[in-house]
């Protein structure tokens, strides 16, 4: 199994900073893809930023500019650097991963308990 712990969230005034980190153990062959998808009340889950085994990032328009996903490798550690926040940045944050188990498995995806970041006007 594969277990995705994060941590970092928490509650902010608009225009500042918070980082959440996501730490990937278990079981683990490779990570194709790992990130952060976000879930407002009342609202869909919407992607907010990936990185791939390659290093190519995605973000959601939303964040362009403002939030930056990195990794740590050595740690199957993901970090999501999010500066000049705003009050509709409020949501569950959950870290995804797409992950292979072994050489010859298909891939899973899987989710983290989600961390709650709170951006006050």
């Known amino acids: 199994q594969v277990q995705l712990v994060e941590s970092g969230g928490g509650l902010v005034q608009a225009g500042g900073s918070l980082r959440l980190s996501c730490a990937a153990s278990g079981s683990i062959f490779s990570i194709n893809v790992m990130g952060w998808y976000r879930q407002a009340p009342g609202k869909q889950r919407e992607l907010v930023a990936l990185i791939t085994s390659d290093s190519s990032t995605a973000y959601a328009d939303s964040v362009k500019g403002r939030f930056t996903i990195s990794r740590d490798n050595g740690k199957n550690t993901r970090y999501l650097q999010m500066n000049a926040m705003k009050p509709e940045d409020t949501a569950v944050y959950y870290c995804?991963?797409?992950?292979?188990?072994?050489?010859?498995?298909?891939?899973?995806?899987?989710w983290g308990q989600g961390a709650q970041v709170t951006v006050s006007s």
């Open positions: 995804y991963a797409n992950v292979r188990q072994t050489y010859s498995g298909s891939p899973s995806d899987y």
